[in-house]
């Protein structure tokens, strides 16, 4: 398996909605992102889970809240979101430990979020 | 910060070779990664660069200067589904952090 699946694929909610999006991948890596994509701009990171610990946050507002329960999932909670927050939502994982320090990154379909 | 930055458009014929040119002024840099985008996908991985010099996989080339923090892809022999976004990326610290460029949309024309 070499996929990384993400649910739900389009997601509508209003701004005083909780909600959750969902990732899951089966390769055996240690390390999940979350990436937030609007129109015709490139990926922003959002947050890094290495060793399913947070390792990076990058000051991203509270509504958001990631979780990682286990070395293959990844949740996204919302709660109390905007409409400026409408935007695809991309997870991606990749191994750990690579001697060059870089490593390739595996990305999912991402989840189209729309706030109301 | 982290500054990397790209043609916004470029335009080429089917066929013909393109190079897409990415400049980056970053701290802690491991690495530069080529993805391609399709409007309304994931990004998929084309190629990357730890050390200077070109890396060659298939139709697709990358090629890496350190010293002057530039990098491009080049894309021989091209095709009708070659028009995407492509995005360059830099890999940087311990921490795992990739952060993208601005993205350049290739249009290949017949």
């Known amino acids: 398996d070499t996929e990384v699946t993400q649910t739900p694929k389009h997601l509508v909610m209003g701004m005083t909605n909780k909600k959750s999006l969902k990732c899951e991948q089966h390769?055996?890596?240690?390390?999940m992102y979350w990436y937030k994509q609007k129109a015709k701009k490139p990926p922003e990171l959002m947050f890094v889970?290495?060793?399913?610990?947070?390792?990076i946050n990058e000051s991203v507002p509270s509504r958001f809240s990631p979780e990682c329960p286990n070395s293959s999932l990844l949740n996204l909670h919302l709660h109390a979101l905007q409409p400026e927050d409408s935007a695809l939502y991309l997870c991606?994982?990749?191994?750990?430990?690579?001697?060059?320090?870089?490593?390739?990154?595996?990305f999912g379909a991402g989840s189209r979020l729309t706030v109301l | 910060g982290q500054n990397i930055d790209q043609p916004t458009e470029m335009t080429a014929t089917e066929g013909a070779i393109v190079q897409i040119n990415c400049t980056y002024q970053?701290?802690?840099?491991?690495?530069l990664f080529w993805y391609q985008q399709h409007a309304g996908e994931a990004p998929t991985f084309l190629s990357y660069?730890?050390?200077?010099g070109l890396e060659e996989k298939g139709r697709f080339s990358s090629f890496l200067s350190r010293s002057k923090g530039y990098s491009y892809l080049l894309l021989k022999e091209l095709q009708m589904k070659d028009s995407a976004s492509y995005l360059c990326?830099?890999?940087?610290?311990?921490?795992?952090?990739?952060?993208f460029g601005t993205g350049t949309q290739l249009k290949v024309e017949l």
């Open positions: 991606a994982s990749s191994q750990q430990g690579s001697l060059s320090g870089a490593n390739v990154l595996t």
């Open positions: 390769m055996g890596h240690r390390a």
């Open positions: 889970y290495s060793y399913e610990k947070l390792s």
């Open positions: 970053t701290s802690g840099f491991n690495g």
């Open positions: 660069n730890v050390l200077d």
């Open positions: 990326a830099a890999f940087t610290g311990g921490g795992n952090k990739l952060t």
